[in-house]
């Protein structure tokens, strides 16, 4: 019997958390969030007009581009991270608080032995990569570019393990304690730049700037969570060979799908370096950004509903887990839809105000990048449902097909019609591979779960 269908036949416990006090935990967490993002995107629009100007468009475009490569290397904690929300957010809805020191500490002993692993492959790769033409930039810049490269990937190695206590946080709808950490390392991240930048520091140090401060916060979180907490700290004598093959079949589901995720959602960069030039990044990487703020507040909002939706199946509350999906899914639809024609009216100003006569956008990248904001937020809204309840298959499958035509079809579309024809390529691959059949499928599991509980929870129901 799977886990999923173990919950389906009511093999749970009773929750330790009402419904509301669900709502309330999601809620702080998305404010913290939001204020976090809020002071994320402030970095970004002050390090655009700072790094921008100074690095010059060549080495910026190298820059976004290694930087879309480590986002696409997410993938490489195997899922267990993602796996590990879920396996706190369950133990703490049958209150096992064993199975939650197993867990925290199977998972951290992984993610040491991933990064060590791949830290050990990158060492041994890293001189025979043409970083130079991975990026598409002159000749002359080949050491330059090497060099970030070689910064980018030391901070995203040691990154690794240190964002078990991230996911614990989330997996025990704590989100608000990452987030105000994470406030922190934005601004450790801008001041980074800044100092980079006045001291006429070349490009590698100025991404080292920008990288060291979040990796900071990063550990301070890890250090002080786990002096604090008895329970989510990590014990050699806890590491569960079981509880690690749990994660691992689970977190390969969600390897693979962070895989097709970031081949569809974070190679476009990639595409526009190699298919028009490198000097073309900016132009299609800031009104990406600009819209992208979008699915990123969506994103802040619904994320915090992923752990609720474990725990609430664990538990047994399956109708409070279908009106937090009915309510979500139509809050998003509705603020995404506003949000985004008004940046689709007030687009270009905002970009020239914001980057300057660097930028121009054609009215086609505009209105494909509003399209994908709306598609993005309503299916990261339906994600966040289908992570909590284990569905991971089903987006596998969508993810795979839509990252795979999403590439063909973006490089086809932009050699036809420019770079508006990548982001419209996204578009419509998503809309045909993942927001249909999502329309059909969910409905279906959202009554799977309740008919397994037909009475619902009276608390905070």
Known sequence: MTSFEALLRGVVRPSPLPGRERYRRAIATGLVSLAGRGVGILVVLASVPLTLPYLGAERYGAWMTLSSIQTMASFSDLGIGNGLINAVAEADGRSDHV????????AFAMLLGVAAVLGIVLAVAFPFIPWAAVTNVQDGMSGEVTRTAAVVGFTFVVGLPLGVVQRVQMGRQQGFIASAWAIAGSVLGLAGMALAVSAKATLPWVAFGAAVGPL????????????????????????????????FRLGGLFFVLQLASAVAYSADNVVVAQVIGAQAVPQYAVPMKLFGF????????????????????????????????????????????????????????????????MISAPTGLLVGCAAWAVLGSAGSTCAMFMNGARVVRVQVIASVAMAV????????????????????GTVISYAVFVAIPYAVILPRIVDDICSAHPRPVAEGA
């Open 294 to 357: 979008i699915s990123v507040l969506v994103g802040l909002a619904v994320t915090p509903l992923w752990p609720a939706y474990a725990e609430a199946i664990a538990s047994g509350d399956a109708w409070w887990v279908k009106g937090a999906l009915r309510r979500s899914l139509a809050a998003t639809c509705i603020f995404s839809t506003l949000l985004a024609t008004t940046l689709l009216i007030v687009g270009r100003p905002v970009i020239h105000l914001w980057a300057g006569s």
């Open 405 to 424: 035509t999403n590439l063909l079809l973006s490089v086809w579309l932009a050699s036809k019609i420019g770079i508006a024809g990548i982001v419209w």
């Open 216 to 247: 900071l916060a990063s550990l301070a979180n890890t250090i002080l969570t786990l002096v604090k907490s008895g329970t989510v700290r990590p014990r050699i004598s806890a590491v569960d060979l079981g509880t690690a093959h749990l994660l």
């Open 99 to 106: 199975a939650l020191t197993r867990a925290v500490s199977s």
